[in-house]
């Protein structure tokens, strides 16, 4: 079975500062990926999903961007954090034929 | 466009009594419908899907396409179902799944 490392799990950054938080996929290959951020009453937001080696797909226009250097590690940064990026991030794994999702412990994030 | 809706943001239910966590979707097509729980301090974890049409922990949901629901529902809820449920879908393929806003049960004893 997959398993989903991300790091750091928490984070505090000044508004301003680059961001990076790194998701890492054990046990499959070639898994679909995705980045979500969870709110507290608003659910699980997609922002980014990835099919394969550097090819990403942007589900909201924002102030993060996401890469996929190799096929089970998935990056999400940003150049200049807002207040607004705070949030709880999980990155998530989808292996094609199964149709379930597998979720990391997640990265909290303060922008202060 | 796709969307879930889960009514209750929070539900609280005495121990015994019986629960029944709502979901609503719009989807144009097929969908495939999930409810995913979260724990306190443990990850996010699929609790059962639709085509499976089995009881997990003493959960049951049933997909009524009339309706276009997926309640969850259990006949005598536990302490230790306290969690974060989330309700969700996507195509068949699972390509992009779509999460509801999440409904917290508070089981009291």
Known sequence: SQTIHQWPATLVQPVGSPLSLECTVEGTSNPNLYW????????????????????????????LSASRPQDRQFILSSKKL?????GFYLCASHVSGANVLTFGAGSRLTVL | AQRVTQP??????????????????????????????????????LLLRHISR?????????????????HLKKPFAQEEDSAMYYCALSSYYGQNFVFGPGTRLSVLP
Do not use: H, M
Not at chain 2, 54 to 70: P, Q, W
């Open chain 1, 82 to 86: 807002l207040l607004s990026d705070s």
């Open chain 2, 8 to 45: 209750e943001k929070l539900l609280s239910v005495f121990k015994g009594a019986p629960v029944e966590l709502k979901c609503n979707y719009s989807y144009s097509g097929s969908p495939e419908l999930f409810w995913y729980v979260q724990y306190s301090r443990q990850r996010l974890q």
């Open chain 1, 36 to 63: 979500y951020r969870q709110a507290a009453g608003r659910g699980l937001q997609l922002l980014f999903y990835s099919i394969g080696i550097d090819q990403i797909s942007s589900e909201v226009p924002q102030n």
């Open chain 2, 54 to 70: 089995e009881s997990i922990k003493g959960f049951t949901a049933d997909l009524n396409k009339g309706e276009t629901s997926f």
